[in-house]
């Protein structure tokens, strides 16, 4: 396996500013096929931009990326999500008023192909695909690990569902990299744990796995390897252990935690 | 279940098919013709109702399409350029030239969202017809202000719509003729629309309307899906256009004043956005009713009060505005909503319906 091979995602210098605001300053980092990879940082750190430089719904200013041998400078958002990055957002952005299943079911958009003609006609094939999409859908739900009733709208969920649904959409466009932003956000002790377990879940089934999260303990039971952010820069990057004991971290946690 | 249904379809369709004689009987003639413009409307409605039911994009000047679709039969079968094409060819290619114009609205605008992209379509829809308005000189096109007449009716082979029949002792007038034909289009586009918002497109519509970042995140095409919406929205306009055009037999611009193009988005709107029951009756009672009320204005007061005070045209725009209000008021999703549309507001309703114990506990 040659080191590109391994390499599914790598950032070369990017870099991302607001007017004034440096949201990301020159960071590189790769990330190794079948990883959890962790994001982390104090708040304002950059995490959120890189997911949306890497998701293409923000336009890079500076550098470059690579993803599954390709390069991108830019890039519209639909094509990556092709290409087999999926997303969750920090703060949840399910079609609120769609039932659960249906936001899994677009999900699926990317993988099918029925057009006008088949909805029209509803052929064998669209009808084929039709309830193909529906049974995939369903096997999310059960595999995110939500027990509702399908046809519950994605607003009347419990959050800490939502969060899962979200997960289960992201997962239903095939990704080859699941980049997860904060999805511990706002769950109980438990929900945490079940995650954990949900993640380790999908790592195993062959898809890399992109986290921010604030939840170190989480970070650090899960994460072969984490990068840390802060004003914008990468200050450390390894293993969960040597990080934590890195001094430049604990001077961006504790400073950040003082201000 | 099944025969259930069957059997209730059936009634419907005879229903449907017996309600001109039926109007004839109980109100007259003119109101057969009443029911073919609410035919027309009603497609419209459903027309509109692909863009700003189901892909959530606010379009103003949609009446465009309408006209469009009028102009090309106008155009081609009227003694204007002395062309005489058949009904089969002209309306496809009203509507072929309608969905062109879909996407021609359609591509710059893409980024654009809610009140913006309201604007630019508004600004859309009076451009077409200042157009048409002013295409007299140098060349005469359109023949300005004073519009097209003598417009070759709807016919399809030796059959023509325009004319009265008599058939086994009973005479078939064209408005009942119309009544059918119109009756027919309007179920094809009710087709349409069914089995589009239940599909993989429908669902890429009502995902932009919900959350457009969420839906590109997920790899839909946005700009692909929202132009698809543009275009069978506009498609549909140019056929009901042609129609149109060869029932009237006679178009001017003025039929196509940015009034129109509120009164079809009233219909969605009032009927129930996304659901296309609800935009059906839409149509027909914002059809029926000003109608109703034009015939029964006068005489009312002329009864009650012993002469007319109020012209009975600007007191049919009051109640209308009133009644746009109430539904408002009493139902914000529509008369007859989707479900999904229906649920959209009933969070709000219990929201309101807290606010209201609130008040009721406070007041005790
Ligand atoms: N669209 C935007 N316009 C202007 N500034 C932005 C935008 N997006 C992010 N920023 C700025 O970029 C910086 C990094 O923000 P970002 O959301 O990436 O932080 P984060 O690490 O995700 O923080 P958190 O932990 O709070 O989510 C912040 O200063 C933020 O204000
Ligand atoms: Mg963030």
Not at chain 1, 35 to 50: E, H, V
Not at chain 2, 335 to 361: C, G, I, K, M, N
Request: with cysteine; glycine share 10%.
């Amino acid at each position: 396996m040659t080191a590109s091979d391994k390499t599914l995602l790598e950032l070369t210098n990017v870099g991302k500013h607001f007017g004034g605001v440096t949201a990301l300053a020159d960071v590189s980092l790769h990330i190794h096929r079948g990883d959890i990879y962790g994001l982390i940082g104090p708040n304002g750190a950059g995490k959120t931009t890189l997911f949306n430089v890497v998701t293409g719904l923000y336009q890079l200013d500076s550098g470059s990326f690579q993803f599954a041998g390709q390069s991108y400078t830019r890039c519209k958002p639909h094509l990556l999500a092709q290409a087999g990055i999926a997303r969750t957002f920090q703060n949840i952005r399910l079609f609120a008023n769609m039932s659960a299943l249906e936001n899994i079911m677009v999900g699926r958009h990317l993988r099918t192909r029925t057009g006008i003609w088949g909805a029209l006609t509803r052929n064998a094939a669209a009808r084929a695909e039709e309830r193909a999409t529906v049974q995939r859908a369903r096997e999310l739900l059960e595999y995110v690990g939500i027990t509702c009733a399908h046809q519950t709208l994605a607003k009347h969920l419990s959050y800490g569902e939502q969060r899962r649904l979200e997960i289960a959409r992201a997962l239903a466009t095939e990704p080859k990299l699941l980049t997860l932003d904060e999805p511990a956000a706002g769950m109980n002790a438990t929900e945490t744990v079940a995650l954990k377990a949900l993640l380790q879940k999908i790592r195993a089934s062959g898809i890399t796995v992109l986290l921010i999260e604030h939840d170190v303990k989480l970070i650090m039971g899960l994460c072969d390897r984490v990068a840390v952010l802060d004003y914008g820069k990468k200050i450390a990057e390894g293993a969960p252990e040597e990080v934590r004991r890195d001094p430049a971290v604990i001077a961006a946690y504790l400073g950040g935690e003082a201000a | 279940m099944k025969l259930h249904r069957s059997s209730g379809h059936l009634t419907l369709a005879l229903a449907l098919l017996a309600l001109p004689f039926i109007i004839d009987a109980l109100f007259g003639h003119g109101w057969v013709r009443i029911a073919d413009f609410a035919l027309l409307y009603i497609m419209l409605a459903l027309g509109l109702n692909i863009v700003v039911g189901y892909a959530g994009l606010l379009d103003l000047g949609y009446i465009a399409f309408f006209a469009v679709g009028a102009y090309t039969y106008a155009l081609l079968g009227s003694p204007q350029f002395g062309l005489h094409w058949p009904m089969y060819v002209v309306l496809p290619l009203g509507a072929l030239i309608a969905c062109g114009f879909g996407v021609l609205l359609g591509a710059p605008t893409l980024k654009l969202r809610g009140d913006y992209l309201a604007i630019v379509t508004l600004g859309f829809g009076e451009i077409i017809r200042i157009f048409l308005n002013n295409l007299n000189a140098p060349v005469n096109i359109t023949n300005g202000p004073q519009g097209i007449s003598a417009i070759d009716p709807l016919q399809i082979g030796g059959f023509s719509f325009g004319s009265s029949y008599e058939w086994m002792g009973m005479r078939v007038d064209d408005v009942h003729l119309h009544y059918y034909l119109f009756l027919a289009f309007t179920l094809l586009v009710i087709f349409v629309s069914r089995r589009l918002e239940d599909s993989r497109i429908g669902r890429a519509w009502v995902a932009i309307r919900e959350d457009e970042v969420a839906a590109s995140a997920m790899g839909i095409n946005t700009r692909n899906i929202k132009l698809l919406a543009f275009a069978m929205g506009a498609t549909f306009g140019g056929i009901s256009g042609g129609l149109f055009a060869g029932f009237q037999g006679f178009v001017s611009p003025e039929s196509f004043s940015l009034m129109e193009s509120i009164m079809v988005l009233c219909m969605v709107v009032l009927g129930g956005m996304g659901n296309v029951g609800g935009v059906v009756l839409g149509g027909v009672l914002l059809v029926a009713l000003p109608e109703l009320f034009r015939n029964a204005a006068g005489p009312v007061q002329q009864m009650l009060l012993g002469k007319v005070v109020v012209d009975p045209e600007s007191l049919r725009m009051l109640m209308f505005g009133l009644a746009l209000i109430l539904v408002m008021l009493w139902r914000p999703a529509g008369l007859w909503p989707s479900t999904q549309r229906r649920r959209e507001f009933d969070a709000d309703d219990s929201v309101l319906h807290q606010e209201q114990e609130t008040v009721y506990d406070a007041s005790k």
